[in-house]
């Protein structure tokens, strides 16, 4: 198989439509059996349930090529599942994880071509999607539904090596008690993008949100998980019902726990606590971790002791752990790699 001629040392983190995708339709009650397509195109009602009421959720993974040539993904079989949840909690149909997996594996398989080779830092994104296809007018879930994957060439997120970034702890809220915060849905973007706009505008590069009940608890950011080391060496990352729950995440506790024999604890953590911590990061797929340098809390910073030009060296230690098991140098957990070719 010929690769595509891409630069790929220089890919940014866009999209790029590559051979083929996977589509699926689900009518009369039941998933056809899906079909790889050069199509790009989707044709759907003008009244479709998607376009009225955001019937939509989505997952994010990769796919890498390893050091010794093969190309595996991580762990899909928990994107398989929190689909489910997902889908579950916005009266969509699952869409079955063993077929979610080999829908994956399909896929990537016939678009190899556009995986990025070892060593260049880029990676196969791969986007996983469900939404509403049918026509609705009354408020009420769809009948027909499409699931597609859709997969595209991505560079390293942060080009020349991960710079602390500063964030601002923001008045926004991203998800209510009992609401849709523990799932991958479309809307939970959708009200995110003007905060994180705004954020920009004022020279932040993300949003820490805070628990809307009581404004007391650190919860996450509009798209990554917070990890906090405290100084004495151990992993500490918010518990809370309306998180979502970062496979890259809960991959770091394990890596902590099991690969560098590090306490791990997740508990509730109160954002006046988080001045005593050593090292704060973000965590997921398209980063794996960011290290922040600086939280500014309504005029107050917070500066972690890391500083403002380097990843700290504990968060440095799980990230080449976690990227040395994706990436084949590192012997991966039973069950974690999904080997593709
Ligand atoms: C996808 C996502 C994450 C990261 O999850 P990963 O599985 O690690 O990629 C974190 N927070 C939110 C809100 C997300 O949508």
Same mark, same amino acid.
Request: aromatic fraction near 6%.
């Given at each position: 198989m010929e690769k595509k001629n891409l630069d790929w040392a220089n890919l940014g983190f866009g999209y790029m439509k590559a051979d083929y995708r996977f589509v699926s339709n689900f009518k009369n009650g039941a998933w056809d059996e899906g079909v790889l397509t050069d199509d790009d195109k989707v044709v759907i009602t003008e009244c479709a349930g998607v376009l009225h009421y955001c019937q939509s959720c989505f997952e994010g993974l990769k796919a890498y090529t390893t050091e010794d040539g093969h190309v595996v993904t991580f762990r899909p079989d928990l994107n398989a599942k929190r689909m489910e949840d997902s889908c579950r909690r916005l009266e969509m149909p699952v869409f079955p994880a063993e077929r979610f997996v080999e829908a994956v594996v399909e896929t990537v398989k016939a678009n190899l071509a556009w995986v990025p080779p070892y060593g260049s830092g880029a990676t196969l994104y791969i986007r996983p999607y469900m939404f509403g296809s049918s026509a609705v007018i009354g408020v009420k879930p769809a009948e027909e539904y499409q699931f597609r994957i859709l997969v595209t060439p991505v560079g390293p997120y942060f080009k020349g090596g991960a710079k602390p970034i500063t964030i601002r702890v923001t008045d926004y809220d991203r998800a209510a008690p009992h609401g849709t915060g523990h799932i991958k849905a479309g809307l939970n973007y959708a009200m995110s993008l003007y905060p994180i706009m705004d954020a920009h505008r004022q020279g932040y590069a993300e949003n820490m949100y805070l628990d809307s009940a009581t404004r007391t608890k650190v919860e996450e950011t509009g798209g990554a998980n917070f990890i906090f080391i405290t100084k004495d060496g151990k992993l500490v990352t918010p518990k809370s019902d309306s998180i979502l729950p970062s496979i890259t995440r809960r991959s770091l506790l394990h890596v902590a726990e099991h690969y560098l024999g590090m306490e791990v604890e997740e508990r509730e953590? $109160? $954002?006046?606590?988080?001045s005593d911590? /050593?090292? /704060?990061? $973000?965590?997921?797929? /398209?980063?794996?971790?960011s290290p922040i340098g600086k939280i500014v809390d309504h005029g107050k910073d917070i500066c972690l002791p890391s500083g403002m030009e380097?990843?700290?060296?504990? @968060?440095?230690? @799980?990230?080449?752990? $976690?990227?040395?098991?994706?990436?084949?140098r590192i012997e991966a957990p039973e069950g974690w790699i999904k080997k593709i070719a």
């Open positions: 953590v $109160l $954002l006046s606590e988080v911590f /050593a090292e /704060a990061g $973000l965590c997921g797929t /398209a980063a794996v971790i380097n990843m700290g060296p504990v @968060l440095t230690k @799980l990230y080449d752990t $976690l990227t040395g098991i994706q990436m084949g």
